[in-house]
């Protein structure tokens, strides 16, 4: 198998190092949607609505000079009073840039493969209560 060109994740332990040594020279791109829950995390409820804007300008920005743009603005607006770890990854984060635009939705984040196994995970959720799978006679 040849090396992938890049390689979207999700900060998973065992996938990262693993692709490091295994595919060095892959170039990364970290996952929006997880970098955005990771962030908003450390975040007070309140600040969420106005991070989640500013985060969404630069992951939706029309090109790299303007996510970098939008950056600097999330910096200006959070980094003094929230130490919201948004941009300690940011050539990851910006990865998907460096390739075609057509191609951008889907470098974005991992969600694409994560939904094809959530039917798979759905019936392991715990129910609050008993459940009656088939009628009373």
């Known amino acids: 198998m040849r090396a992938p060109v890049l390689a979207i994740e999700d900060g998973a332990l065992g996938f ?11 170039r990364t791109q970290r996952c929006w949607f997880h970098k955005i829950s990771n962030a908003l995390g450390v975040l007070p409820k309140s600040a969420h609505p106005a991070a989640k804007k500013h985060l969404a300008e630069i992951w939706s920005a029309e090109d790299k000079d303007h996510a970098l743009a939008a950056v600097k ?5 959070y980094s003094a009073k929230y130490p919201a770890r948004v941009v300690d990854d940011l050539d990851e ?11 951008w939705v889907h470098l974005r984040t991992t969600n694409p493969i994560e939904s094809t196994s959530a039917t798979v995970r759905h019936p392991t959720k715990i129910t609050k209560g008993p459940v009656c799978l088939w009628p009373s006679s």
């Open 93 to 103: 984060l910006l990865a998907f840039y460096d390739f075609p635009a057509e191609h």
């Open 73 to 77: 603005d999330f910096q200006a607006a």
């Open 16 to 26: 990262c190092p693993a692709r490091g040594e295994v595919f060095p020279q892959t």
